[in-house]
């Protein structure tokens, strides 16, 4: 038996202006079987946690690039 779907999450590359976004909205509610298509709002937290994970990305690309010479 196969497993079954219940739904699907969509992530955008970037943040998008609501009235910019209306229309791929509309759209995704185009596709047979979609119910409904909900926005999550951008906030403090997650340009928090972005900021963490460039820091982090930032910080190994770095120790790559110019690693410590062992004595």
Do not use: C, F, Y
């Amino acid at each position: 038996m196969t497993d079954r779907w219940k739904g699907l999450v969509v992530t955008l590359d970037h943040d998008i202006r609501k009235d910019d976004v209306e229309a791929t909205v509309a759209a995704i509610k185009q596709i047979k079987g979609v119910i409904d298509v909900q926005g999550s709002v951008a906030d403090v937290d997650d340009h928090i946690n972005r900021m963490q994970v460039r820091n982090e990305l930032s910080r190994q690309l770095w120790e790559v690039l110019h690693p410590k010479k062992k004595e």
